[in-house]
């Protein structure tokens, strides 16, 4: 089983909120990856990090920020909630071997619902 | 055009039957190429890794064609735990990127 948590699972909150997204990895993964799915829907990209103080934009435009000061935690954070950002965040981690490697752990997920 | 597309499916087959998927990627740079397998309110999992001569694993058969810029999956002998959605997986390899997902063929494997 992999060692990734996401916290919370579930996120029910009001717009204009705050929140933060949880992510942590005891693997000691450089690569850490946010990814955005709706049911049914494909994976986006929307952060992802290589390593402690470096993170990237992914593909998919997001009003989220992430951090990454420790290589096991890497938090997305909305400094306002809209309905629009209802979705599954999905965290993942994985070996930096040059780009080649295939496995990424994925996290359980955070369902968050913007009312 | 999307740089990995997939057929969504539903695919419905019966149990024993034998299913293939197809994926095309667009980046002919691509590097390594992947199925990963997404269970319903799941996280996605690594199913196995393509090579280029083509790789088995019990009764999973992945083949890559470059030449053709397409992966696929072979299920052999369905069982009802097969139902899933597969997500085709593919890593470019240059900069500082991730993997790329399809979008996914849903498999639903009947009785």
């Known amino acids: 089983e992999a060692d990734i948590y996401q916290t919370p699972r579930y996120l029910v909150i009001g717009t204009g909120k705050k929140i933060t997204l949880e992510c942590s990895q005891t693997m000691g993964h450089d690569k850490m990856y946010w990814y955005q799915q709706d049911p049914g829907m494909e994976l986006h990209l929307i952060h992802y990090?290589?390593?402690?103080?470096?993170?990237e934009k992914g593909d998919l435009s997001s009003e989220s920020t992430v951090s990454r000061i420790r290589t096991e935690h890497f938090p997305l954070t909305l400094e306002s909630a809209r309905p629009s950002h209802t979705s599954q965040y999905l965290c993942a981690s994985g070996l930096e071997d040059r780009g080649l490697s295939g496995e990424l752990f994925f996290g359980e997920g955070s369902r968050l619902t913007v009312l | 055009r999307k740089e990995v597309e997939q057929d969504p499916g539903p695919f419905n087959v019966p149990e024993g039957a034998t299913v293939a998927f197809n994926c095309t990627y667009s980046?002919?740079?691509?590097?390594?190429f992947f199925w990963y397998r997404q269970d319903c309110r799941k996280e996605p999992k690594l199913l196995m890794s393509v090579y280029s001569s083509g790789n088995e694993d019990g009764r999973f058969t992945a083949q890559l064609n470059r030449a053709s810029q397409y992966i696929s999956l072979l299920i052999r002998d369905s069982k009802l735990s097969d139902s899933a959605t597969y997500l085709c997986?593919?890593?470019?390899?240059?900069?500082?990127?991730?993997?790329?997902f399809g979008s996914g063929t849903r498999l639903q494997v009947q009785p």
């Open positions: 990090s290589y390593g402690v103080n470096s993170t």
């Open positions: 980046n002919s740079a691509s590097q390594s």
């Open positions: 997986v593919v890593n470019i390899g240059t900069g500082r990127r991730a993997l790329t």
